[in-house]
């Protein structure tokens, strides 16, 4: 099982970026899909969470001004990110609670990450 985001970039403050992660693999289901974030030297964050009847949960930094959704028919989760600012320059990395074929449980994958850089 892999996630593999895309999306990331350079933006001016105010601007708009949309990352998208794919799942692929051996995959039987996809519980939760997320996105965190992790600025340089500080820990990883949550930014915002989709369960998979579409249930959402954010950061309070983000709440208004970011989106996320999910196309179960094709393991994605996006994350769609409005009125950036430079607080939100991070490495932004996917997650996604998934249970393989042929296993009974769920467990945690992340992606690789992705840079979303603002500039003011």
């Known amino acids: 099982v892999q996630l593999q985001a895309s999306g990331g970039g350079l933006v001016q403050a105010g601007g708009s970026l949309r990352l998208s992660c794919v799942a692929s693999g051996s995959i039987l289901s996809i519980n939760h899909m997320g996105w965190y974030r992790q600025a340089p030297g500080k820990q990883r964050e949550l930014v915002a969470i989709i369960g998979r009847s579409g249930s959402t949960n954010y950061a309070d930094s983000v709440k208004g001004r970011f989106t996320i959704s999910r196309d179960n028919a094709k393991n994605t989760v996006y994350l769609q990110m409005n009125s950036l600012n430079v607080a939100d320059t991070a490495v932004y990395y996917c997650?996604?609670?998934?249970?393989?074929?042929?296993?009974?449980?769920?467990?945690?994958?992340w992606g690789e990450g992705t840079q979303v850089t603002v500039s003011s």
């Open positions: 997650n996604a609670g998934i249970r393989r074929v042929g296993s009974s449980y769920t467990m945690d994958y």
